[in-house]
């Protein structure tokens, strides 16, 4: 037989057949025409026979072995040849096929059609490896082992049509179903008939616990949540839910539908602080590893009454921060005489992270005796006391240090209220003491400070009247240093120089008034009354205390203390700028 296409070469019987799929004069040909069943087609050129009662042909551009046995009334898989092409597809739709079986090309089919069938079993080591799609429609099917469904999520899969089950053995299949064909997830619970009102959370997988009683499971295990939904009501019993490993902070549901019906709750790996309110009909509570810190008193109530109507009342409470205070001792009583309740008791450690064992804790170890208390606050008190003093003593050691290290300017420092004045000291000695003027001047003007003296060898001028000398000097100068030797409290004098530098301090309240005494001053009886009862009511500095010099320092102007601008200057930069 010619055709003007292409050539063919056919016989009856044993002859070799090359088939293309592209040739839909030649299928429909092979299609009507009747093979002896003991002959099968044989394609030469693949070394493959065709099994018997389909049809098969080589597509060339796609290089895929085509073996259709659709419609053909079946009820055995057929047997495929061990030299199968590699990308072989196998149509089995329409027949009435119970369940597939190995054979020697089986597993190089790369597309398997099965819909319309009568499969009621899937077993994982009958499903080619290297399949890419495969065609379950309208099957007999109830749900997928484990296996094949980690086998079939990064392939190409048609599952509706098939009368799954609810039953929770098979909650993996249910979230691979609901992953990629929600409608058919949805008539599985449906067909159950396991609610009463409500549907299962959108990010949960719902299913029926058989193992004991019927039972509603809700899992919301690790997604990422931040409350609870609302929730299905099981048409009989209690439900299950799990919400383990979210990021729940507070649990307020006391009027959440569905919510009351909760039988086991697991919140364990959350971040729960607080509860307030728990199902009525609890039995199971797992709070495990979260932040609580105490249960307060309206929940040990509710607890303390469940588990006087249930015994069976379980509660997993480990890997919290349980606070160990006399103000919750209430709670260490609520652990120790329902330990028999709680599991894992031996887990429970005050806050959280200590060897203390709650349920070794006594009242006494948190609650101390009122001589405890008292022993306890009357030693706080007297370190109180203690600390008080040494500061008040040592005050003026750590300022002087403080200021000396340029450390703390802020504390150490103190702010000067006298105006800019022309000196940082005036000098007061008399002429018998003229040797210890050196020492001064070498240490406050070369010194780091640069203090500027005023001294009547040096800076008064001559003819002037000595008491206008004295009282302009002292006028000038921010400080005033009494060098009190015995030569000075001789000296008519030196005592002017004190009390015009006292009489000056009365009036700006400043403590300008520095007075150095000397050791061989042994009394102040050569002073009148007034100077005299100053020397007595007020502190001085002594020559010989060995933190002398730190001393004068510190009782210095701060030069460090931004000063206050003198108006006289302000008012002469104003006027020169107002001439420019």
Aim: proline share 4%; glycine share 4%; net charge negative.
């Amino acid at each position: 037989m010619e055709y003007t296409s292409k050539m063919y070469y056919f016989q009856q019987a044993g002859n070799l057949w090359s088939v293309n799929c592209d040739d839909n004069l030649m299928l429909d040909f092979l299609h009507n025409v009747s093979f002896n069943p003991i002959e099968p087609v044989f394609f030469h050129h693949l070394n493959v026979s065709c099994p018997i009662g389909c049809h098969c042909c080589f597509n060339r551009s796609t290089d895929h072995f085509m073996i259709d046995c659709r419609h053909s009334n079946n009820q055995i898989y057929p047997d495929l040849p061990y030299s199968i092409p590699y990308n072989a597809i196998l149509q089995l739709d329409g027949n009435e096929i119970t369940s597939i079986k190995d054979s020697l090309g089986h597993a190089s089919l790369r597309e398997l059609y099965l819909s319309d069938n009568k499969i009621k079993d899937l077993p994982f080591h009958l499903i080619p490896k290297n399949i890419t799609h495969l065609d379950l429609r309208k099957n007999m099917l109830e749900a997928l082992d484990d296996q094949v469904v980690d086998l079939l999520r990064d392939r190409e899969v048609q599952l509706s049509g098939n009368p799954w089950t609810c039953d929770c053995r098979a909650k993996n299949f249910l979230s691979f179903l609901k992953q990629r064909e929600p409608l058919e997830y949805t008539a599985a619970l449906d067909r159950c008939n396991i609610f009463s009102a409500g549907r299962c959370p959108e990010a949960c997988i719902c299913c029926l616990d058989n193992s004991t009683l019927p039972s509603l499971i809700i899992d919301c295990r690790s997604k990422g949540l931040t409350e609870i939904s609302p929730l299905p009501t099981p048409i009989s019993g209690q439900s299950t839910l799990h919400f383990e490993g979210n990021y729940l902070e507070a649990l307020h549901s006391s009027s959440l539908r569905g919510y009351a019906n909760v039988g086991h709750l697991y919140l364990a790996n959350n971040r729960l602080t607080a509860i307030d309110q728990l199902p009525e009909n609890i039995t199971t509570l797992d709070i495990r590893n979260n932040s609580i810190s105490v249960l307060n008193r309206q929940l040990r109530d509710f607890i303390d009454k469940r588990i006087a109507a249930s015994t069976q009342l379980k509660l997993l409470l480990s890997g919290n921060r349980w606070t160990c205070t006399c103000e919750h001792k209430d709670f260490l009583h609520f652990v120790k005489s329902r330990s028999r309740n709680i599991e894992n008791v031996l887990d429970l450690y005050c806050d959280g992270g200590t060897a203390t064992l709650l349920i070794e804790m006594e009242e006494s170890d948190l609650c101390p005796s009122g001589t405890v208390y008292f022993v306890t606050l009357t030693i706080s008190f007297m370190l109180i006391i203690l600390t008080i003093n040494i500061m008040i003593h040592f005050k003026q050691p750590l300022l002087i240090w403080l200021y000396e290290h340029n450390v703390c300017m802020s504390i150490a420092a103190r702010r000067e209220c006298e105006k800019q004045k022309k000196f940082d000291a005036f000098l007061s000695f008399t002429h018998k003491d003229e040797e210890l003027l050196e020492e001064f001047v070498e240490r406050l003007e070369s010194g780091s400070n640069k203090f500027r003296l005023c001294f009547y060898l040096r800076d008064w001028l001559v003819g002037e009247s000595i008491p206008e000398c004295i009282s302009q000097s002292v006028k000038d100068s921010k400080r005033i240093i009494i060098l009190m030797t015995n030569n000075f409290l001789k000296s008519t004098w030196g005592r002017l120089e004190f009390r015009l530098a006292l009489h000056a301090t009365s009036q700006d309240r400043c403590k300008r008034l520095i007075v150095v005494l000397y050791p061989e001053v042994e009394n102040f009886d050569d002073l009148d009354s007034e100077l005299r009862t100053y020397m007595v009511m007020n502190t001085y500095l002594k020559r010989d205390d060995p933190n002398f010099w730190n001393k004068l320092i510190y009782s210095m102007p701060h030069v460090n203390v931004r000063p206050q601008p003198d108006p006289e200057a302000i008012e002469l930069s104003a006027l020169g700028n107002r001439n420019a």
